[in-house]
């Protein structure tokens, strides 16, 4: 079960949740040690079962003012709500948080999700956008 102080819609709970039994069916299959494309690429086709738009290396541009200063590309969003931020490292940083939440402030979009495959155990921390300034957290293990 998804905790942390910011209620979570039903249908953003589903979301969250098929998205984790996505990644620890990936990770449970695969194990660590590879790299975060390989990943990737299975995760996508887990979630090919579900009834998600998924858009892989989603490109978006980043404004500074009425300014385009830069532009990236997102690993996955899904159902144009959640970004998907993979990983294959020793942990999940403080660095990935920081990251995902620049990601949301810069597309509006009100979830984030970093997945971390590089452990034994699957990682994940979950990132809400209550509003554009205000996000809340947590973590998990699996």
């Not at 790299?35 to 500074?64: H, M, Q």
Request: some cysteine; charged content about 25%.
């Amino acid at each position: 079960m998804i905790a942390g102080d910011a209620p979570m819609s039903l249908e953003g709970h589903r979301l969250i949740q098929e998205i984790l039994k996505a990644a620890q069916s990936v990770h449970s299959k695969l194990g660590c040690g590879f790299i975060e494309s390989v990943y990737g690429r299975a995760l996508i086709i887990e979630l090919k079962n579900t009834d998600f738009r998924i858009e892989r290396e989603k490109l978006i541009k980043i404004w500074y003012g009425s300014k385009i200063v830069g532009k990236h590309f997102l690993d996955l969003v899904i159902n144009e709500t959640v970004i998907i931020e993979l990983k294959a490292a020793r942990g999940i940083m403080p660095v990935h948080a920081a990251q995902m939440k620049s990601y949301l402030h810069a597309t509006g979009y009100p979830m984030g999700i970093v997945l971390n495959f590089g452990m034994p155990e699957l990682q994940w921390e979950l990132l809400e956008a209550a509003h554009r300034t205000d996000l809340k957290s947590c973590r998990g293990s699996l």
